[in-house]
């Protein structure tokens, strides 16, 4: 299949093509190409670890707002004031 670009500026090819000699391909086309495919390929990747990332975001936040929840009636059951302990412990690393 074969895709024309029209309306590039100089400065913009004269880059590709630096950037093709510096890596060593024949040719400005070649160079596009695997840029191109492997461009793709990547952004699909991306996409799908990007979903898997969130949905793991997700899980931890709920996780971590269920240990708050149990931490807090723990230490309300316990009569154990909480700030007070941070404090303390703040004060210890300094």
């Known amino acids: 299949m074969e895709i024309k670009i029209r ?3 100089k400065a ?3 880059s590709i093509d ?3 000699r510096d890596l060593g391909y024949k040719s400005r086309n070649e160079f596009l190409k695997v840029y191109l495919e492997r461009e793709f390929l ?3 990747k991306i996409k799908e670890h990007d979903s ?3 949905i793991l975001f997700e899980k931890m936040l709920k996780q971590l707002e ?3 929840l ?5 230490c309300n059951e316990n009569l154990i004031d909480l700030e007070e302990t ?3 412990d703040r004060f210890k690393e300094e």
Do not use: H, P, R, W
């Open 52 to 54: 898997q990332y969130n």
């Open 18 to 20: 630096e950037k093709a």
């Open 70 to 74: 149990v931490l807090d009636k723990f």
């Open 66 to 68: 269920y240990n708050t």
């Open 86 to 88: 941070i404090k303390k």
């Open 7 to 9: 309306g590039l500026s």
């Open 12 to 14: 913009a090819v004269s």
């Open 42 to 44: 990547l952004l699909d």
